[in-house]
């Protein structure tokens, strides 16, 4: 049937986080993949219905260290929802900043990823010098760098003074120019373009087909970012533009992501100069109702959404994340078979998967795996 | 000069180039980088680890090619001029036998373990091999031609054939698994490729083969094209050699194995016809 | 996006936010219902989530078109426990189906490939997310 | 190829790592590092053992006793923040790196 079958996984130098891929090969070329993912339980949403509603946006933060804000962030606007209370417009504000801010900082880090992915590490000791300055703006804004807990119900936990808001608005200066410079690399290097133009394509039928989110979707040409249709948070006041690239495979994936960095830049420094004096936390009352609610985001990798369902207790009921990886891993088979073993680990990281995310549910006693027939998925492939 | 100051001196020496490439790399990327004496202390730490003898692979031959491995690559270091022990007018044949010897020690280490990751990395090294010896046997021709003999003659050839020189660099690239041609080591697709299952006493080896093949095949292009008059002058020139190849290095990302056979036929055998042309002209 | 006019009585209405609104579906043939919105249009789902909330168990398949989220709860009995599949009309469904049967115990009538995701093989005891 | 001009470049620039160890850190105002309690002002009144989301502090009301975990903290300074007296501080400090599990406590 096929020549050899290759582990790739759970622990492999092209993968920062397990994920077990199951590659089968005839030559170089990869006939069939299966994967199965689950090594990275933490039994979030199980320990997020043990504890009340405070603590539990800071166990939100850290379903995973990357997108730690648009969790905390969405969790938080879900039981405002669920309160129908409103934040002020200062918190709104800083919130979108942080926001946007985080996601400068894992386009950055997924950029050297991605460059290390194809035996590039110039382009990931770049790309990570450049991720400092909006680590430090992150840190100058919440005291931390990766994990900021800056959300909590009815505001943020922390004033911006006017130094620091200067100080995060040069940071930004400098960054522009060098994510301005770093596109104008990547861009144009013969090499990059060599490894990844035509790899991994997806079309419009088959982001629809799956549901498939984020700049992955947007690469193919499909104009799917939560910023623009909830209109969440500021991002109507900002004036936000939408990413949209047609080709759909990595090169272009990669190019929705360095122009989105440029969008960032612009919404945080147009959100900084836009912070009024003003009150940062509206007070609340934590009088639950019997009810449900349901809020999404655009998380840097795409479209995160949490169901909370809370019984009138002060602990919610249940509580159900969607990840974007976990709708965005479906379309492993389609961009790996076909090409070479040595497009998997590019193709991989143009999808920017983020397993923290994706494995999060229930405690796990026994690491066995479970191996998901992707054949099945696609039934006329 | 003794055998054995030659044989330590050109260990000692690529373990320094080893060290340069890293540091000067390090320092392209606005990086501090290892010192230069770090390759030293990976060696001398890794003879202090354990050996694994991998289940069902050929272990006795796996110990038996990582010396043999560095023995080849120091024979030719024996033919340097400076050095004189084998005075054998500079040979081109053996040379190449010498040369392709060691990789094909590397070759024998992929498939003398049942793992799937050094499998592909052998076969990889395998096509690689063809791709960047055929370039390289092509110039050998062309010396045989521009000399009248298979035998070296001492010549400044940068001045004449700079498209050769060129191609030569690609080609050492290639040779010693540097980007973009660490195709067979490419660790984020295959791992650590043939040295996957490799620890202790025979991962030291070969890393000491890989930065001896570095050593060797700097020297060698220095020789070739430059023909430095004396001892402090060679090291100078190779050591420009050194950083021509650290930016390429630095500079290019990874070819996919197709892509590199392209690259080294499509783009470098007509460089090296010209200088051909040239020549027989 | 307001709620389209042909999607006022596909089951029952209990609840309206902005943007959103909730329909109970009947048990019996919610896969249909399902059908005819797919065919409306409304053909991407972003999550199903699920919760038990003692005599039976809740399924909520949230559909998403444009800004306008559709929530569809099907009430599932614990005493036939048990839901028809849905990724022949949606193979985004494929994994959350597999979690949904995963966490709450549910049996997926014609899944393409049951059995545990994030859990073991040989994991024990009740499902995580039941109750009682 | 595009990227041999910056190459160059950088190879005359000072190199952007930060030696950490070897040369201070000046972290900003307000970064939650260390952990820090004062005796003085604590009034035990347990607010900052029920708020926070880790358990990671345990105080005996009775004794006197205080305890802080230093591999439980998350550092999200929710005890400082709800600190009736302003006890509890996270000091511009980095924690220190041990290889174990240290409960600090104050007696």
Redo the contacts between chains.
């Keep these: 049937m096929h020549d ?4 790739f996984g759970p622990a ?3 993968l920062p986080e397990p994920v077990y891929l199951k590659l089968f090969l005839e030559g ?1 070329e990869i006939q069939d993949v299966d994967f199965s ?2 090594y990275n ?1 933490k039994g979030i ?2 320990s997020l219905e043990e ?1 009340d509603y ?3 946006i ?2 939100a933060g ?1 379903v995973c260290g990357i997108c730690s804000s648009a969790h905390s962030t969405c969790y938080t606007q879900t039981v405002e ?1 669920l309160l129908n209370i409103e934040i002020p417009n200062r918190a709104r504000l800083i919130r979108t900043s942080i926001f946007e801010l985080e996601r400068l900082h894992s386009h950055l880090l997924w950029l050297g990823m991605f ?9 990931f ?2 790309s990570f ?1 450049e991720r ?1 300055y909006v680590l430090d703006s992150l ?2 804004i919440t ?2 760098r990766v ?1 900021h ?1 800056i959300n909590t119900i009815g505001g943020v ?2 004033d911006v003074s006017q130094e ?1 808001m200067s100080k995060v608005l040069k940071n930004l200066d400098i960054l522009k120019d060098k994510v301005e ?1 770093l596109q ?2 990547v861009e ?5 373009k ?2 990844t133009v035509g790899i991994g394509k997806l079309d419009k039928k088959d982001v ?4 498939l989110v984020g700049p992955v979707a947007r690469a193919s040409g499909i104009p799917y970012d939560i910023r623009k ?3 969440y948070l500021a991002y109507d006041d900002l004036g936000f533009k939408i990413v949209v690239e047609n080709d759909g495979d990595n090169f272009a994936r990669t190019l929705v992501r360095i122009k989105e960095m440029l969008e960032s830049i612009r919404l945080v420094k147009l959100a900084i100069k836009s912070i009024k004096p003003g009150i940062i936390k509206n007070k609340v009352v934590m009088n639950f109702p019997v009810d ?3 809020s ?1 985001v655009e998380a840097p990798r795409g ?1 995160l ?1 949490y ?1 909370v ?1 809370s019984n009138g207790s002060n602990k919610p ?2 509580v ?1 994340i ?1 990840t974007p990886t ?2 965005n ?2 379309c492993l088979n389609k961009i790996l078979v076909g090409h ?6 590019v193709s991989l990281e143009s999808l920017d998967p983020c397993l923290c995310c994706t ?1 999060r ?8 795996e ?1 191996i ?2 992707l054949e ?3 039934g006329h492939h | 000069m003794v055998i054995i100051e030659v044989f330590f001196i050109s260990i000692f020496l690529s373990f320094i180039y080893e060290g340069i490439i890293r540091k000067v790399a390090a320092r ?4 501090i980088g290892p010192p230069i004496w770090q390759p030293i202390l990976d060696f001398i730490k890794l003879l202090s680890k354990e050996r694994f003898e991998v289940q069902n692979s050929n272990f006795s031959l796996v110990s038996f090619l990582s010396i043999i491995s560095v023995i080849g690559l120091i024979t030719i270091v024996f033919m340097f001029p400076f050095v004189g022990i084998l005075n054998f007018n500079w040979d081109f044949i053996l040379l190449i036998y010498l040369l392709v010897f060691s990789t094909a020690c590397f070759i024998l280490v992929g498939f003398s373990f049942p793992s ?2 050094p ?2 990395g052998s076969t990889r090294e395998i096509i690689l091999l063809l791709a960047y010896d055929f370039p390289l046997m092509i110039i050998i021709l062309f010396f045989g031609i521009n000399y009248q003999s298979i035998q070296f003659i001492p010549n400044n050839l940068i001045l004449s054939f700079p498209l050769l020189f060129v191609s030569f660099l690609f080609i050492t690239q290639a040779k010693v698994g540097l ?2 041609f ?2 067979s080591e ?6 650590a490729s043939f040295l996957t299952e490799c620890s202790g006493f025979e991962l030291a080896m070969f890393n000491l083969a890989k930065s001896l093949k570095i050593f060797v095949m700097v020297s060698l292009t220095t020789i070739f094209f430059f023909n430095p008059p004396n001892i402090p002058m060679f090291f100078l020139t190779s050591l420009f050699v050194l950083f021509i190849g650290i930016l390429l290095r ?10 590199g056979f392209k690259f080294l036929w499509i783009f470098l055998l007509p460089l090296i016809f010209i200088d051909i042309i040239k020549v027989i002209i | 996006m307001k709620l389209p006019k042909e999607l006022k009585n596909i089951g029952k209405f209990y609840k309206q ?1 902005k ?2 609104a ?1 329909f109970i579906l009947p048990y019996e043939n919610f896969k249909d219902v399902i059908k005819n919105i797919i065919d409306f249009g409304i ?5 199903i ?3 038990d909330n003692g005599k039976e168990i809740e399924v ?1 398949y ?1 559909f998403v078109k ?2 306008f ?1 559709l ?1 569809l709860k099907v009430l599932v009995p614990k005493s036939l426990n048990k839901i028809d599949t849905l990724t022949d009309l ?3 469904t ?3 189906e ?2 949904l049967s995963e ?1 709450l115990g549910i049996k997926i009538i014609g899944h ?2 049951p ?9 024990y005891g009740k499902p ?2 039941r109750k009682g | ?3 041999l001009p ?2 160059i470049k950088n190879i005359f620039k000072k190199p ?1 790592t930060y030696k950490y160890p070897y040369k201070p850190i000046i ?2 105002q ?3 590092g260390d952990f820090s309690w004062d005796r003085n002002k604590c009034i035990f009144c347990e607010v900052c053992e029920r ?1 926070c ?2 358990e990671a502090i345990n105080v005996e009301k009775e004794k006197k006793n205080y305890e802080w975990d230093s591999g439980k903290c ?5 005890c400082e ?1 709800n600190c009736p007296t302003k006890a509890i501080h ?1 000091i511009e400090k980095m924690t220190q790196v041990d290889t174990e599990r240290k409960i600090r406590k104050y007696q």
């Excluded at chain 1, 070479?340 to 680990?345: G, K, M, N, S």
């Design positions: 050899l079958m290759i582990p492999h130098p092209a170089e993912v689950g339980h949403e199980k504890m405070i603590k539990s800071f166990m850290r929802k460059g290390h992915e194809m035996g590039f590490d110039t382009l000791m770049l010098r400092e840190e100058l005291g931390k994990v807990d936990r922390r620091t410079h104008n690399l144009k290097d013969p090499i990059i060599k490894r629809e087909r799956l549901c249709t909830d209109r449900e609610a349901i999404r479209e959404i169901y369902k009921a249940r159900k969607r976990y709708a891993i479906l070479t073993l040595a497009d998997v680990p494995d549910l229930t405690v796990v006693r026994n690491g066995k479970e998901i027939k099945d998925l696609h | 392209m990327q606005n990086r799937p990751y499998l592909i980007p973009p660490n195709i490419a660790d984020q697709e295959i791992a630095v500079i290019l990302a990874r070819f996919r194995i197709d892509q | 936010g943007n959103e909730w053909n991407r789902i972003s999550s989530s699920g919760y909520i949230h444009d800004n989220l929530n949606l193979p985004a494929f994994l959350l597999k979690e966490m393409p490939k059995g545990k995701l994030f859990l073991s093989e040989d994991w995580p997310l | 190829m595009r990227f910056t190459a952007f972290l900003p307000g970064f939650r708020v989301p880790a998350i550092f999200c300074a929710q923040e996270f």
